[in-house]
Structures are given as structure tokens and as C-alpha cells.
């Protein structure tokens, strides 16, 4: 026979001998369709709580990941209970699928995970329910610190105070990236000179936010952000930080012995620090490139590097107006060396919190000709599908309300009793951090209803 026939014959014969046709994986069940919708507009169910249907068993050659746990003796539904219940407690924005037993969260600290329920095999030998955590995309140190917790809330191991406190700790400490801490590590925070050090800081960090390149925008907000926070750098570092993003100047800071002036030659890149956070605030974007780029269609990496800028210039300004509410107007050097009875020497005088407040509302105005306060109202009633900028806006708004009598008149007027009342909602049942904020700012317009 010809050669041709002879193989055709073979592979008949393979065919018969066949003792049952290969099972084939119906992989539509396990995979939903392409979409290039960012995390924060997904279209799935956002449902407050979870109830899976029904579970899907782990799929054939599937590598299931270390950050896994297998619970027995339980529920789909009372797992779901207790996994809703740790994310809300630990302020993890969740958006639920009932269908395929799985949740898209993304942290406070931009990391996405994507959590799985999975039902085991038939022949498994312990059965029960798999719990998996993926890591999509962010920082993998804080991934880890919070799969640890949620897996140890899946298998009932959760306390609630210790846990939480545990976590915000840990995952404070690395939420910007290690190159920005290493770039702007001032090695003397109680010294002389620690002026100085923040002015180099501030420079850095305006040479980065003005780039092109998104990454270095992303790492001069970053380090605006560790900049405003007393707790990582020196008290004076943070305050003339603050009056930089509040202000765009110096002005109205007084260092006995020191002539800002004089060591601040251009004060230009301070009001650009500013107007690029405003910008990225209220409207998305820095200075007039990216407002002409606006009629172009933009790239899904765009539109997520944006919404992050976006996210960090909230945090830049919520830590700038913290710092200004919270430092006294006199701040006294404490000196070991000193004897006890010596009177404490004057580091840092300022300008009162109220006084800075208005100015920076009335400066926000003339420059944006857009209201700061609509703009975080606004925010404010995106709390449902946007809750991690929407807990900054309510931080901001807070602080401002708190110091302004004239910022809290004019937030009544705008409508924000309704909208917190309601954001605080949203936080009751998903986000703790957003909770806490609203009943802040709910009890700062309720104290001023009762003083009028």
C-alpha cells in the first residue's frame, strides 16, 4: 500500500483502540471575556455582601497558588460571611461575583489581588472549600501582609482589634516605594540644618512631579507624601512641606536665625508644586499638556496611571491639611543637653491653622476658578464605586470644615450633610477607614448646627 495509506491506517487503529474518548474542559465557565475596563468600574455584581451560588471545582493541571488555604467543615456562605466581614475591617474595596465565587479587591495601597473559592475534587481526600488569593498587580510585601489575615479570617483565626491595628501598621510602612525612602532619607531630623534637607527634599520631588514620564510623577507625589507625614521625616520638614502644597510659599513660617528667604532664591517651583497638585485633585490631570491631550483617545495604562496620580495628590493634601490643623503655631526644640530649668528654645513659629485654611480656599478659587469643597464633596458621592478616594476626600473635608467656619457654611450649602450621611453608609457595610472619616466630618457639621 502507499505509504499515505499505511498512516491513515495506523491512526484508525489508535482510534479504536481507544478505551474512552479524552474528556474536554469546558474553560468558559472559569474565565470571563476580555475587558479593558479598570478595576474601579468593573460591571460585576456590587453587591455589600457576598453569597456564592455555587462553587466551581479546581480545574485540571491548574497550579493553585502558595497564598491558598483548604477549609473544612464549612459553608460557602458562612465563609463568604467571614471574609466580607475581614475586608470591611480591613478597608479592602471588593467587588463580588456570585456567580463564579470570586472578588476583585484593591487596597488603600494600590495592590489589585484577586480572591477565589474553589470546591474539591470528589476524590480529595479531605473535602471542603479552597480559598485563593492572587496577586494582579502592586506591591508584594503588602500582598502578603494581607493574605496572611485574610486566609487566617477565612479559617475563623480573626481579631479584630489586634488584626487591624496589626495590618494598618505593617502596611503603612511600605506604601511608598522603597527608591522614594532611600531618595529622601533625611539622616538628621532633629538638627540645625533639618530646613535645609526639606528644601533639597521639595526640590526633588518638584523635579519629578514635572516630568513627562508617569512613573517619575507617581515617585514625586510619592515622596510629597512621606514629606507631609510627620511620622516619617523631621515635625519642620513636614510643616514647610504643607505650606508648599497648601500655599505654594513659605510665607507666614518664621525659623529663629534662619532667612527663608534668602535660602529659598526662586519660590516659582513651590507654586508649581501647588497647581500641579490642585490640577491632579480636581481635575486628573498636570498643567495644560494633559488638557490638550484630552480630545485623544487614551490608552487603558493611561487611564489607571491617571486615576493612581489622582488617588496619591488626595493623600498629599488630606497629610498637608493634617499637619496643619494638628502643629501648634509655636513649636519648642527639645534639647537633651539642656538643664531641666532652661527656658525651651522657639524652633518654629507659623501662621494659625484657621488662617492657613482660608488662605489656601481662597487661593484654590483664583487659581482653578473651581471650588476645592465641591470637588471633595463630589468625591465624596463616588464613595460606592470609589471608596479609597473617597475616604481621603472625607479626610480633607473634615480638616477643612473643622478649621474654617466659612468652609463649613458654604459645605451645608453644597450638600454635603447628605452626601456623608450616605458615604457613611457605604463605609458601615465595606469600608471601615471611610466609616470612620464621615463620622468625623458628620460630627464637625453637627457640633456647628448646634453652635448656631
Not at 151 to 167: I, M, S, T
Amino acid at each position: 500500500r502507499p505509504e499515505g495509506a499505511t498512516v491513515n491506517a495506523a491512526v484508525e487503529g489508535v482510534h479504536k483502540n481507544s478505551a474512552a474518548p479524552l474528556q474536554q474542559i469546558d474553560k468558559r465557565s472559569y474565565f470571563h471575556d476580555a475587558s479593558s475596563t479598570p478595576l474601579d468600574s468593573l460591571s460585576l455584581e456590587k453587591n455589600t455582601s457576598w453569597a456564592p451560588t455555587a462553587l466551581r471545582p479546581v480545574p485540571a493541571f491548574y497550579p493553585l497558588e502558595k497564598s491558598s488555604r483548604l477549609i473544612e467543615d464549612t459553608t460557602p456562605v458562612a465563609l463568604a460571611i467571614r471574609l466580607v466581614e475581614c475586608l470591611r475591617q480591613l478597608s479592602v474595596h471588593a467587588v463580588y461575583d456570585n456567580a463564579a465565587a470570586t472578588a476583585s479587591l484593591l487596597t488603600q495601597e494600590h495592590v489589585e489581588m484577586h480572591l477565589s473559592l474553589w470546591n474539591t475534587p470528589v476524590t480529595a481526600h479531605t473535602p471542603g472549600v479552597l480559598v485563593e488569593l492572587q496577586r494582579r498587580k502592586g506591591d508584594s510585601m503588602a500582598f502578603h501582609r494581607y493574605s496572611r489575615v485574610i486566609l487566617d479570617a477565612a479559617v475563623g483565626d480573626w481579631d479584630d482589634n489586634y488584626q487591624q491595628h496589626a495590618v494598618g501598621s505593617q502596611v503603612d510602612s511600605v506604601v511608598y516605594s522603597k527608591k522614594v525612602q532611600r531618595l529622601l532619607t533625611l539622616h538628621n531630623k532633629s538638627g540645625q540644618d533639618e530646613h535645609e534637607n526639606a528644601l533639597v527634599a521639595i526640590e526633588i520631588a518638584h523635579g519629578l512631579l514635572l516630568k513627562d514620564r508617569m512613573d517619575a510623577r507617581q515617585l514625586g507625589l510619592e515622596s510629597l507624601c512621606l514629606l507631609t507625614d510627620p511620622r516619617k521625616t523631621g515635625y519642620v520638614t513636614a510643616v514647610l512641606t504643607s505650606h508648599v502644597v497648601l500655599l505654594g510659599s513659605l510665607q507666614g513660617i518664621e525659623i529663629p536665625g534662619v532667612d527663608l528667604e534668602a535660602v529659598l532664591v526662586d519660590d516659582s517651583p513651590l507654586e508649581e508644586i501647588r497647581q500641579a497638585i490642585l490640577s491632579l485633585v480636581q481635575f486628573s490631570r498636570i498643567g495644560e499638556d494633559d488638557e490638550a491631550d484630552d480630545g485623544q483617545e487614551q490608552t487603558m495604562t493611561d487611564t489607571e496611571h491617571l486615576t493612581l496620580l489622582h488617588n496619591l495628590a488626595l493623600a498629599v493634601l488630606a497629610n498637608a491639611l493634617q499637619v496643619i490643623e494638628t502643629s501648634p503655631e509655636t513649636y519648642y526644640e527639645e534639647d537633651d543637653e539642656e538643664p531641666e530649668d532652661a527656658k525651651p528654645r522657639a524652633r518654629l513659629r507659623t501662621a494659625s491653622s484657621s488662617d492657613v485654611t482660608n488662605e489656601f480656599l481662597k487661593a484654590t478659587e483664583e487659581t482653578s476658578k473651581h471650588e476645592i469643597l465641591s470637588t471633595l464633596i463630589r468625591e465624596l458621592s463616588q464613595a460606592g464605586s470609589k471608596p479609597h478616594d473617597a475616604c481621603l476626600s472625607a479626610k480633607c473635608l473634615g480638616t477643612i470644615c473643622k478649621a474654617s467656619d466659612e468652609a463649613r457654611k458654604r459645605a451645608k450649602e453644597l450638600g454635603a450633610k447628605t452626601v456623608v450621611a450616605t458615604a457613611l453608609d457605604v463605609g458601615q457595610q465595606t469600608h471601615l477607614k471611610l466609616e470612620t472619616e464621615c463620622e468625623k466630618v458628620q460630627k464637625v457639621l453637627t457640633l456647628t448646627n448646634m453652635d448656631d
